[in-house]
């Protein structure tokens, strides 16, 4: 069981990056699937996190609402984050996390199962 992040590089702000969270050994599709974010020096937050299939909604941070999207392809066993007019204050490593659950997202961070590693975003002029 793996969780796999990507997508992540140097882009200048106003830019866009599109995250990947793919999964081997497990498909994605009954899992609720979180991006989270830690910057140097601080805690990490919660992004994003897009609820099970079967219920289909998305959640987003006050910080990034209107700006990220998340969506999900079973075919491809991946969830996507796009982020569009990315800020400096975005600049972060980025990790994926997935719970089993059919309804809704993790209220904490400690209720995911599985975690990917981090891919690092940095927007920077």
């Known amino acids: 069981v793996q969780l796999q992040a990507s997508g992540g590089g140097l882009v200048q702000p106003g830019g866009s990056l599109r995250l990947s969270c793919a999964a081997s050994?497990?498909?994605?599709?009954?899992?609720?699937i979180g991006w989270f974010r830690q910057a140097p020096g601080k805690e990490r937050e919660a992004v994003s996190c897009i609820s099970a299939s079967a219920d289909g909604s998305t959640y987003y941070a006050d910080s990034v609402k209107g700006r990220f999207t998340g969506s999900r392809d079973n075919a491809q066993n991946t969830v996507y984050l796009q982020m569009n007019s990315l800020k400096p204050e975005d600049t972060a490593v980025y990790y994926c996390?997935?719970?089993?659950?059919?309804?809704?997202?993790?209220?904490?961070?400690?209720?995911?199962?599985?975690w990917g590693q981090g891919t690092q975003v940095t927007v920077s002029s």
């Open positions: 996390a997935a719970n089993l659950m059919r309804v809704g997202c993790p209220g904490i961070r400690h209720e995911y199962s599985y």
């Open positions: 050994g497990f498909t994605l599709d009954g899992y609720a």
